[in-house]
């Protein structure tokens, strides 16, 4: 089993910064990547990002790519989600998400993941 917990949520502005984090716990060793997506009301849940453990590959959504950042921290077991120029269409719950698959070519997909955190919100305004 892998625990994971997201903070760092909350009301942003339009052109505003906000860093999500994910603390993981458990059986960690299990995971070999970990994912951000996030759920807009009455919308499916899209993949943000995405991170490989041991070497830190990232992998992004393109409706993203140039305002987020992912990043990991090994001895912290921490994934980090740094947003900027955010923007109204960015308001959702945000997910971190554990996957021990190894195909990168997964990554974007839900059902990649085998653990889940309860997520937090994030509310941009205009």
């Known amino acids: 089993q892998v625990q994971l917990a997201e903070s760092g949520g909350g009301l942003a502005q339009a052109g505003g910064s906000l860093r999500l984090s994910c603390a993981a716990s458990?059986?960690?060793?299990?995971?070999?990547?970990m994912g951000w997506f996030r759920q807009a009301p009455g919308k499916e849940r899209d993949f943000v990002a995405a991170i490989s453990w041991n070497i830190g590959s990232t992998y992004y959504a393109d409706s993203v790519k140039g305002r987020v950042t992912i990043s990991r921290d090994k001895a912290k077991n921490t994934v980090s989600l740094q947003m900027n120029s955010l923007k109204p269409e960015d308001t959702a719950v945000y997910y971190c998400a554990s996957t021990g698959a190894t195909d990168r070519g997964s990554y974007s997909l839900q059902r990649t993941y085998n653990y889940w955190g309860q997520g937090t919100q994030v509310t941009v305004s205009s």
């Open positions: 458990g059986r960690i060793f299990n995971s070999y990547a």
